[in-house]
């Protein structure tokens, strides 16, 4: 693969956020029965970031989740023999809440089927909305993005790239560009 764009810098990236915060804002007319939850493994670092931005603005402390969906794939037998799993962390109760899903990139729609699937076997919010730092297009299922930092008409012929300062050691999305 190589390196074909920069598409969002550290500052574009933390201004996107800052953006997405004020959307779930004004939408949920505050952060009064709000929870995030993020989807592993970008997403996590994503939701904490908006939960910290939304504390800022508001006051309020934002319950914070981390969703595995590995399970809940439909390609499990063919991302891995040993699929990797990992830790679902909800130490709040969904029941009544408005919850926003997080990630870093919205493509297919696949995962995000998969993360509906697992939130709803832990409980019942009133509402799921989702954030995603990207959204390049090319959806395989109906689903959307109520929340988008980027959108990003990509070939899938393209790979989005996200890195992110906890997971990568600096903040940058890339565009890059599958070799054949």
Do not use: C
């Not at 995962?111 to 954030?131: C, E, F, H, Y």
């Amino acid at each position: 693969m190589n390196a074909k764009a920069s598409i969002l810098s550290a500052d574009e990236l933390r201004r996107a956020l800052t953006r997405i915060a004020h959307e779930i804002l004004e939408r949920n007319k505050g952060a009064e029965g709000l929870a995030l939850v993020g989807i592993h493994t970008r997403g996590i670092p994503l939701a904490a970031r908006l939960a910290a931005k939304l504390h800022e603005l508001e006051g309020v402390e934002i319950p914070l989740g981390r969703l595995d969906i590995t399970l809940y794939r439909d390609d499990l037998s063919e991302i891995a023999h040993q699929p990797l799993i990992r830790e679902t962390q909800l130490n709040f109760d969904m029941q009544g809440r408005r919850v926003i899903l997080v990630d870093d990139v919205l493509y297919t729609g696949r995962t995000v089927r998969a993360a509906l699937d697992a939130l709803i076997d832990l409980g019942r919010p009133q509402s799921i909305q989702l954030a995603v730092l990207v959204d390049r297009g090319h959806r395989e299922l109906p689903i959307r993005a109520d929340y988008v930092g980027k959108n990003l008409p990509t070939s899938r012929s393209e790979v989005v790239k996200v890195k992110l300062e906890e997971t990568d050691g600096l903040d940058a999305v890339e565009l890059w560009e599958l070799s054949s």
